[in-house]
C-alpha cells in the first residue's frame, strides 16, 4: 500500500521555523521526483519545491528561495522541508507528492498544517 505521511507541522511565530518531514512507503523510493506543494486558506494549491531523484537538483518557487530547504534520504524513505524565517502568508497545508517521471504514477500525502503568527 502506497502512503505519503507527511509529519512537523505546528503552530510557530513569524520569523521561526519548522522542519516539515514526508515518510514514503509502499513503493521504491528513489527513483520519484519528491515534491512540496502548500494550500492557503481560501487559496489554490501552489509548488513549493522539488527535487529530483538523481542528483538531488532542487527547485524552489520564488517566495521559497532563500528560507525553505528541501533534502532527501533515500535510505530512509523520507524528504524534507526545513522552512525559516517563516511569515503569516506561509500558513498553509504543507502536502508532498511523489511523482514517477517515466510512468506518470504520482502519489500524494494527506497534508501537514503549518500556522504562522504575526
Known amino acids: 500500500q502506497v502512503q505519503l505521511v507527511e509529519s512537523g507541522g505546528g503552530l510557530v511565530q513569524s520569523g521561526g521555523s519548522l522542519r516539515l518531514s514526508c515518510a514514503v512507503s509502499g513503493f521504491t523510493f528513489s527513483p520519484y521526483l519528491m515534491s512540496w506543494y502548500r494550500q492557503g486558506p481560501g487559496k489554490e494549491r501552489e509548488f513549493v519545491s522539488s527535487?529530483?531523484?538523481?542528483?538531488?537538483?532542487?527547485t524552489y518557487a520564488d517566495f521559497a528561495k532563500g528560507r525553505f530547504a528541501a533534502s532527501r534520504d533515500n535510505a530512509k524513505n523520507t524528504v524534507y522541508l526545513q522552512m525559516d524565517s517563516l511569515k503569516s502568508e506561509d500558513t498553509a497545508v504543507y502536502y508532498c507528492?511523489?511523482?514517477?517521471?517515466?510512468?506518470?504514477?504520482?502519489?500524494w500525502g494527506q497534508g501537514t498544517q503549518v500556522t504562522v503568527s504575526s
Open positions: 527535487m529530483a531523484p538523481i542528483g538531488g537538483h532542487t
Open positions: 507528492k511523489a511523482y514517477a517521471t517515466v510512468t506518470g504514477l504520482e502519489y
